[in-house]
């Protein structure tokens, strides 16, 4: 059984900055498109950015010029550095990967790690 295992999340202050990381835990083949995402209270899911395999990139314009994604394929790890943090930016962020393993290929997304930004 694979699951994405989300870290590195936390309270920082308006203006700060946090690097959120996300790994599958148990065997993989491929990992395709991987990505953030976000929900904030009483919002629905909404796109942060997502990464190829080759490296490209799509950006929410809310967050574009502040967050930057990138990933370690020998390492089958993405990463989210966000900057320039905003009060709006709190929410929880969810890892999304589409995962091949033996036998099947899905949609795998981790638990969650709550972001909050705040004085």
């Known amino acids: 059984q694979v699951q994405l295992v989300e870290s590195g999340g936390g309270l920082v202050q308006p203006g700060g900055s946090l690097r959120l990381s996300c790994a599958p835990s148990?065997?993989?083949?491929?990992?395709?498109?991987m990505g953030w995402y976000r929900q904030a209270p009483g919002k629905q899911r909404e796109l942060v950015a997502t990464?190829?395999?080759?490296?490209?990139?799509n950006y929410a314009d809310s967050v574009k010029g502040r967050f930057t994604i990138s990933r370690d394929n020998a390492k089958n790890t993405v990463y989210l550095q966000m900057n320039s943090l905003k009060p709006e930016d709190t929410a929880v962020y969810y890892c999304y990967g589409d995962i091949q393993i033996i036998g099947s290929r899905d949609d795998y997304w981790g638990q969650g790690t709550q972001v909050t930004v705040s004085s």
């Open positions: 148990g065997r993989v083949f491929s990992i395709y498109r």
């Open positions: 990464i190829t395999p080759g490296g490209s990139t």
